[in-house]
């Protein structure tokens, strides 16, 4: 069975810093896809980015940036210049069909 | 554009209750999938609709049941609640991939809180 686990249930960054965020995950397939999700207070799960395993090059979206080391099962996300509203619960999903199988989350605190 | 739409926000029963949860999927989908977040903990998943049959279930009991209506919109019952039924209910909505078993992204509404006393 697939299983993601998130190793830091809390950190913590200084505006305008960078900081990153760990995930691991177990898995017999080849094809899959991962994500990171925010859950910010209001509780509405957003994608933040998405993962391909069979590309090479890791995703980024704005500040936003990913290590994909397949070989590790390593999904590590980074977030530069760190903004007040990055602060949330962060999950690391996983999905090869349909479902999403999610970590414990880390939650992210920003200070001013 | 509407993204993923739920109703109600909140909601408390009784232990022994039933309770319907309602979701509307982003505009252009047509699968929807059901998450329970106890916590302080991760989504769950619950079960996937798509063309209105149930297409995969996870490790819950049978009672909890869905629909999915012709408008792709989707529905999740829960029987004889029990208190720790009590969570967050995420529905998420995507697009089938050449209708085979994937979807693309899945996209989340805000939820449901559900407390059961």
């Not at chain 1, 949330?88 to 970590?103: E, R, V």
């Not at chain 2, 529905?91 to 559900?114: E, M, V």
Request: proline share 4%.
């Amino acid at each position: 069975a697939q299983t993601v686990t998130q190793s830091q249930p809390e950190m913590s960054v200084q505006e305008a810093e960078t900081v990153t965020l760990s995930c691991t995950y177990d898995t017999s397939e080849s094809d899959y896809y991962l994500f990171w999700y925010k859950q910010p207070p209001s509780r509405q799960m957003i994608l933040v980015i998405r993962q391909e395993a069979y590309k090479q090059q890791n995703a980024t979206e704005n500040r936003f940036s990913v290590n994909f080391q397949k070989a590790a099962k390593s999904f590590s996300l980074k977030i530069s210049d760190s903004q007040l509203g990055d602060a949330a619960m962060y999950f690391c999903a996983y999905s090869n069909t349909d479902k999403l199988i999610f970590g414990t989350g880390t939650r992210l605190q920003v200070f001013p | 554009d509407a993204g993923v739409t739920q109703s109600p926000t909140h909601l408390i029963k009784t232990r022994g209750q039933q309770v319907t949860l309602r979701c509307s999927p982003k505009s252009g989908h047509d699968t929807v999938s059901w998450y329970q977040q106890a916590l302080g903990q991760g989504p769950q998943f619950i079960f996937q609709y798509y063309e209105e049959e149930e297409r995969q279930r996870g490790n819950f009991p049978d009672r909890f049941s869905g629909h999915q209506f012709p408008n792709y919109s989707s529905e999740l019952n829960v029987n004889a609640l029990l208190l720790g039924d009590s969570a967050l209910y995420l529905c998420a909505s995507s697009l089938a991939i050449d209708r085979t078993d994937r979807t693309d992204t899945q996209y989340f509404g805000p939820g449901t809180r559900l407390t059961v006393l």
